[in-house]
């Protein structure tokens, strides 16, 4: 039972209630009212006094790849082209050939390092997307508690000219294979499975007619990136004629069940594609303008009845993995891209990540919003913060004032307390982190890579290593 919070429900109807209460039973929502009422009703197993907080759905992440959280505070000096070059394809190698090897290490450390900076954020449903991870990943999904959409890189095209970052077809359909099994033994259908033909230059027709075939024959989704960049654009117009919309549209790949990555550089024909076909969208702003990929035409795709939700893609080309602030800069960067103050207002931000992340993952009659029957995703917001007040419209203060990872106070998924009083239940964090960044640490300098001079780790190197 929570009771006494200001309950911002992301449901049909807007429903705010300012002293309500939120009953839980096996996982699931049984009731929503104000507090006098449910508490004469309900007497909880676990009560949490919600006074002083604001209590929503769980965020939705729906763009992320936890393997690139080894990089936050990546070089940001670099053209994107050179940025995939120098930055992340030498990660993906080594992630590929470790995997080849049987050695996880890599992707289990950076899997748990997600896992936690995502929940203390409030977000309690991720999609992450990764090149070469074994099953054993989804295990670690399971143990820290977050609801996860698992995607399988993959590519058959060497674009960056990266031996070994490839995984051979064989290895990688196997791999796949395993991952969709994997998914479908998951307790409580928490940690599901899609496939990811990584974007439409790195991918051969055939590959992406592969993808459609087995996502068909599986009822798996698919996810992709489209349209991020006008390098990537120039390159498929060159070859094929067309735009990436277009092209993958001439395919077959798109539909319901794709939901992709960016899409920036869009004509009106493509949002027409989109519409038409049911492919939905995730919104990257801190990417795409830290990377300067442009402006993705957010306000004409949410006008023709796309859904659009919100991602805040890797720590390499946004450095954290707050919702809160995705949605306020997706927000002011619409309303400047369009010289119009009125467009997406804070709402329908807010909406975009928690209900509209549920209608592009196709997942909206279980999370989302809080209604009777759903889920129980639910995330508590400490509201006492100087920052925060006075609260003058709860939704605008959450969107253009609070700060996910310092406010989210509780977090709770399935019906159970992932994180309380801002504490990760049941680990002991800074182990976990300090494991994480000393793998890392040694991983990086075997390999031969480039690695920061500080890291807070027990490794000491030389003198000028610190811990």
């Not at 790849?65 to 936050?72: A, E, G």
């Not at 594609?273 to 492919?279: A, F, K, R």
């Not at 029957?373 to 007040?389: F, M, Y």
């Not at 075997?446 to 190197?461: C, F, H, I």
Request: proline share 5%; net charge negative.
């Amino acid at each position: 039972m929570i009771h006494s919070g200001l309950i911002v429900a992301m449901d049909d109807v807007s429903n705010i209630l300012y002293d309500g209460a939120l009953a839980i039973d096996q996982g699931r929502i049984v009731a929503l009212a104000p507090s006098g009422e449910l508490t004469e009703q309900y007497t909880g197993r676990k009560t949490i006094n919600a006074c002083h907080q604001a209590v929503l759905p769980g965020l939705i992440n729906t763009h992320h790849h936890f393997l690139q959280n080894f990089l936050k505070g990546a070089p940001d000096h670099i053209p994107f082209p050179d940025w995939i070059d120098h930055i992340s394809a030498p990660r993906i190698v080594l992630a590929v050939q470790d995997y080849l090897a049987g050695e996880y290490g890599l992707q289990y450390h950076a899997t748990r390092l997600g896992c936690i900076e995502a929940l203390k954020s409030g977000t309690t449903c991720i999609l992450n997307m990764e090149w070469a991870t074994p099953p054993e990943v989804i295990g670690v999904y399971e143990a820290m508690g977050i609801r996860a959409i698992h995607t399988l890189t993959l590519t058959d095209n060497d674009e960056w000219q990266r031996p070994g970052m490839l995984l051979p077809p064989e290895v990688a359909y196997e791999l796949a294979e395993q991952l969709r099994i994997r998914c479908q033994e998951s307790a409580g259908d928490r940690v599901t499975f899609r496939y990811g033909p990584a974007c439409e230059n790195s991918t051969t027709p055939g590959l992406l007619r592969q993808v459609r075939e087995l996502a068909n024959q599986n009822g798996i989704g698919i996810h992709l990136h489209i349209a991020e960049s006008k390098y990537g654009w120039d390159n498929i117009h060159r070859l094929h004629g067309k735009t990436p919309v277009r092209y993958l549209h001439d395919l077959g790949l798109l539909g319901p069940d794709v939901l992709g990555a960016h899409l920036i550089w869009l004509a009106d024909d493509d949002i027409g594609i989109l519409q038409e076909t049911g492919t939905t969208v995730s919104y990257n702003p801190e990417c795409h303008m830290k990377l300067a990929l442009g402006i993705s035409p957010v306000v004409k795709m949410l006008a023709a009845g796309i859904p659009v939700s919100l991602g805040t893609d890797s720590p390499a080309v946004n450095d954290n993995m707050d919702l809160f602030e995705a949605a306020r800069v997706g927000a002011f960067l619409q309303k400047l891209s369009m010289s119009d103050p009125t467009v997406v207002p804070a709402y329908q931000a807010l909406e975009m990540a928690t209900i509209g992340g549920a209608r592009a993952l196709g997942m909206a009659d279980e999370i989302g919003s809080l209604e009777i029957g759903k889920k129980a995703d639910v995330i508590l917001i400490d509201l006492t913060g100087a920052h925060l007040r006075p609260v003058n419209n709860i939704v605008n203060n959450l969107v253009y004032s609070a700060s996910a990872p310092s406010d989210v106070k509780t977090v709770i998924i399935d019906g159970r307390v992932v994180v309380e009083d801002h504490t990760l239940v049941g680990w002991d964090e800074q182990a976990v982190l300090a494991e994480a960044e000393e793998f890392a640490f040694r991983r990086f300098e075997q390999a031969g890579l480039e690695r920061p001079r500080y890291y807070r780790t027990k490794l000491r190197t030389g003198a000028n290593e610190k811990r």
